[in-house]
């Protein structure tokens, strides 16, 4: 979740850019409530715990959780004004996420 | 120099082993160092290449016990060397390809989900928005 406090940093940068941010795992409310509100983070964090929502970006990673169960793989989608995709962001491994600086400058090169 | 080969049996796992958990525990949250992981990897790699020294140098010199200590600290070392070593540069890896259901230029599947805060938050409410969506792991 250290990507949620990369994008938080650069919360001002985006909404200036007309950039809303939005963030899924699949944990349920009341972890998101517990242990990632007191982390300051602003934007929603939605639970999708059936994994509907990563199912239907092709993102389910079967076993991935530490502690047992399925998960997302990390994953950025930029979506525009009409709701289409512009861009897609998987890294290799789940261990490299995406930098708020590269998701900032690729919403610029789509336009 | 000899005091460090000497009581390389203890300090080298130690080495390694704090190699291993601080990257888990501290620099997961520094974004760079979690990337690359190199710092770690240098960290637990000095451990095992120090258990190594430790056991050579006093190889010829000392008794049973004290090689058999040197023994079990090298291979402490070398379990979180390769433990380190092998989750940055496999099982890291070992991840289902992001399927092609979503692809650039297509229309983004809509979902109602729960928020932290207790409302229920549509996609499609973003609609006239650029929207910027991170699909994580979880909250550890």
Wanted: a neutral charge.
């Amino acid at each position: 979740m250290s990507e949620l406090q990369g994008l938080q940093s650069q919360e001002k940068e985006f909404s200036k850019a007309g950039i809303r941010i939005l963030a899924i795992s699949a944990d349920s409310p009341e972890d998101l409530k517990e242990k990632l509100l007191p982390k300051g983070i602003s934007f929603p964090l939605l639970s999708d715990p059936e994994l509907e929502a990563i199912d239907a970006y092709g993102l389910r990673h079967e076993g991935g959780n530490p502690f047992g169960g399925d998960i997302a793989r990390p994953a950025v989608f930029l979506i525009d004004e009409e709701g289409r995709i512009v861009e897609k962001i998987l890294t290799e491994n789940w261990r490299v996420r995406p930098t708020p600086e590269l998701i900032l400058g690729k919403f610029s090169d789509a336009g | 120099m000899n005091f460090v080969l000497r009581h390389a049996w203890w300090l080298a796992p130690l080495i390694a082993f704090a190699g291993f958990v601080s990257y888990y525990l501290i620099f997961v949250s520094v974004p760079t160092l979690r990337d690359s992981a190199a710092l770690n990897l240098i960290i637990v790699a000095g451990g095992a290449i120090l258990a190594i020294s430790g056991a050579a140098s006093r190889w010829g010199k000392s008794s049973w016990k004290v090689r058999t200590l040197h023994v079990f600290g090298s291979l402490g070392s070398f379990l979180f060397a390769g433990a380190l070593f092998w989750y940055v540069f496999s099982l890291s890896y070992q991840m289902p390809s992001g399927s092609a259901q979503t692809e650039k230029w297509q229309l983004a599947p809509d979902f109602s989900l729960p928020s932290a805060t207790g409302d229920t938050v549509s996609l499609s409410s973003f609609r006239g928005q650029k929207v910027i969506l991170s699909f994580y792991r979880g909250f550890w």
